[in-house]
C-alpha cells in the first residue's frame, strides 16, 4: 500500500505563488510518473502537470510558463511550484503517482487533494 500526503495548499492573492508537495511512503520499489491534476468547483479534473523518471515534463496549456514541476527521487515526493497565479486557478490539486510496489506490483495511488484559492 502506497499512501500520498499533500501539502502547501493556501489561499493566496492573485499574482502571488505557492509550492505544492505530495510525499509517498509505504512499499515503495520506484516510482516512474508523477502527476498534479486539479478539478475547480463545477468543472472536470485536468492535468496540470507531469514528470516522468527521467525528468521528462509535460505542461496543461494553461500552464503557460507559471508553473514547474519537479520531483526529490530520494524522498519519493513532487513538487509544484506556481507562480503568477490567477483566480482561475483556484481548485483542488491532486498528486498522482505510478510506479511498482516492493512486491513487484504496478501501483497508481492518488493523494486526498489540497485546496488552492486565488483572491483577485
Known amino acids: 500500500q502506497v499512501q500520498l500526503v499533500e501539502s502547501g495548499g493556501d489561499v493566496v492573492q492573485a499574482g502571488g505563488s505557492l509550492r505544492l508537495s505530495c510525499a509517498a511512503s509505504?512499499?515503495?520499489?520506484?516510482?516512474?510518473?508523477m502527476y498534479w491534476y486539479r478539478q475547480a468547483l463545477g468543472k472536470q479534473r485536468e492535468l496540470v502537470a507531469g514528470?516522468?523518471?527521467?525528468?521528462?515534463?509535460l505542461y496543461g496549456d494553461f500552464v503557460k510558463g507559471r508553473f514547474t514541476i519537479s520531483r526529490d527521487n530520494a524522498k519519493n515526493t513532487v513538487y509544484l511550484q506556481m507562480n503568477s497565479l490567477k483566480p482561475d486557478d483556484t481548485a483542488v490539486y491532486v498528486c498522482?503517482?505510478?510506479?511498482?510496489?516492493?512486491?513487484?506490483?504496478?501501483?497508481?495511488?492518488w493523494g486526498q487533494g489540497t485546496q488552492v484559492t486565488v483572491s483577485s
Open positions: 509505504g512499499s515503495i520499489s520506484s516510482i516512474n510518473a
Open positions: 514528470i516522468t523518471r527521467g525528468s521528462i515534463r
Open positions: 498522482n503517482l505510478l510506479g511498482i510496489t516492493g512486491t513487484n506490483r504496478d501501483f497508481s495511488s
